[in-house]
């Protein structure tokens, strides 16, 4: 007879794969980039000067100024540009999409997996990513 997993169980393993990927090269470049970029005195000047001009947007926008809206809009553009042409935020941006895709592959590794099981589980056809015939489906 086959042994089940609780739910419980499951996540205590999740858990300790989580402590695993929050071990890795990727999320520990990530942590020392984010910490770089809260001591970077021109980036948080650059953000806060942002934070600043995105409620004053969302004043604008509530009072249906849309003139002085679109400059605003401009001018965080025009930050976020100089933002984003900053070595260390572009480094920062590099290693968030770097744990991003590995998070997503883990991810993806399970759900392939789970979804393998079932197939070969149940006599289905691996190439074809189908189970045994649906029960559900009468032909029509």
């Keep these: 007879m086959a042994e089940y997993y609780t739910k419980k169980q499951i996540m205590e393993e999740a858990r300790g794969l989580a402590d695993k990927i929050a071990e890795t090269e990727e999320v520990d470049f ?3 980039a984010e910490h770089q970029i809260n001591d970077h005195l021109k980036v948080q000047e650059i953000i806060g000067k ?3 001009l995105q409620k004053e947007a969302v004043n604008l926008k509530h009072y249906e100024k849309s003139e002085a809206l679109k400059a605003t809009d401009e001018k965080i553009d025009a930050l976020q540009d100089e933002l984003d042409q900053i070595p260390l935020v572009q480094e920062f941006k590099q290693s968030q999409m770097e744990v ?5 592959m883990v991810s993806n ?3 392939n997996t789970v979804t393998q099981k079932i197939i070969e589980s149940t006599g289905g056809d691996l190439l074809k990513g189908t189970t045994t015939k649906n029960p559900f489906d ?3």
């Design 138 to 140: 009468h032909g029509c």
């Design 30 to 32: 990530f942590k020392r």
């Design 50 to 52: 942002i934070k600043s």
């Design 100 to 104: 991003n895709e590995l998070l997503q």
């Design 109 to 111: 590794t399970i759900s």
